[in-house]
């Protein structure tokens, strides 16, 4: 079991910034690819970046990429969303997760986390 837990969230204007933290606990395997996901009310789950513990390997979505830096703390095992310009529509619950492989498919991330709220006014 590997147990996600999301902070750093919070409300924030168009063009802010937020950061957010993933601390991961449990069996963490180097292995593991580390995700954030979103969701905004009445829509769907939707990727948002993806990193590994063990190289530099990382996607982003279309729509925050050049926006949004996944970054990575081996020694505390925790994962970083750093969001800049930050945007009305980037108003979602924001969540972390972990897959056995580099992916961008949700079905494919075992372990999440409970999720942290991130709200951009206008």
């Known amino acids: 079991q590997v147990q996600l837990v999301e902070s750093g969230g919070g409300l924030v204007q168009a063009g802010g910034s937020l950061r957010l933290s993933c601390a991961a606990s449990g069996r963490t395997s180097s292995n593991y690819a580390m995700g954030w996901f979103r969701q905004a009310p009445g829509k769907e789950r939707e990727f948002v970046s993806v990193t590994t513990w063990s190289d530099d390997s990382t996607y982003y979505a279309d729509s925050v990429k050049g926006r949004f830096t996944i970054s990575r703390d081996n020694a505390k095992i925790t994962v970083h969303l750093q969001m800049n310009s930050l945007k009305p529509e980037d108003t979602a619950l924001y969540y972390c997760?972990?897959?056995?492989?580099?992916?961008?498919?949700?079905?494919?991330?075992?372990?999440w986390g409970q999720g942290t709220q991130v709200t951009v006014s206008s």
């Open positions: 997760a972990a897959a056995p492989v580099l992916t961008r498919s949700k079905n494919m991330f075992r372990y």
